[in-house]
């Protein structure tokens, strides 16, 4: 019997949201009225015991997840409204980020090919790796050089290639 009387719930729920459907299909209600709504009905389901009940009986399979995370964000982002400052603000501390990183590797790729290019002093230069002849070669310095070239070119082209979307 009580089986029935959920059953009998969920159908007249049904018929309701029907219902509502078809008012808003017809326009009758703006677009403030529509929101509070469905901000009303957001909260009774965060309230109620529903979502637990939904929960505990429906098995998702990837599609569904989907959507409902989906539908997770669409709230989020009608209960915690985003203004344009905070949003300036943010994409501002990523562009300086970016140029921070920029600005970096383009120091340390100068940095390292002016220690390849200056003489060595003579304490390095006795740290000769490979000889080309009996007076020049590669030393310590050099390859030490090249390691921040490197690094320097590894942090301009992340930097720059990283999600050019922003």
Same mark, same amino acid.
């Given at each position: ?6 059953v ?14 078809v /008012? /808003? ?43 409902e ?15 344009s ?14 140029? /921070? ?45 090249? /390691? ?19």
């Open positions: 019997m009580e089986n029935k009387q959920i009998d719930e969920a159908a007249l729920l049904e018929l309701k949201a029907d219902e509502l459907v /008012l /808003l299909q017809k326009g009758v209600v703006d677009r403030d009225r529509a929101r509070a709504i469905q901000e009303r009905i957001y909260h009774a389901l965060d309230k109620g015991s529903l979502p637990q009940k939904i929960e505990a009986f429906k098995e998702l399979d990837a599609v569904d997840d989907r959507l995370l989906l539908n997770e964000f669409e709230f989020l982002l009608s209960h915690h409204q985003l203004d400052k905070a949003s300036k603000k943010y994409l501002l501390q990523e562009r300086l980020k970016k140029g /921070l990183i920029i600005t970096i590797g383009i120091i340390m790729i100068t940095l390292g090919m002016a220690m390849i290019i200056m003489p060595a002093p003579p304490y390095f230069e006795m740290f000769t790796v490979f000889y080309f002849n009996q007076n020049d070669g590669v030393t310590l310095m050099d390859l030490i050089a090249l /390691l921040i070239v490197f690094t320097g070119v590894y942090l301009f082209l992340s930097s720059i290639l990283k999600k050019q979307s922003q």
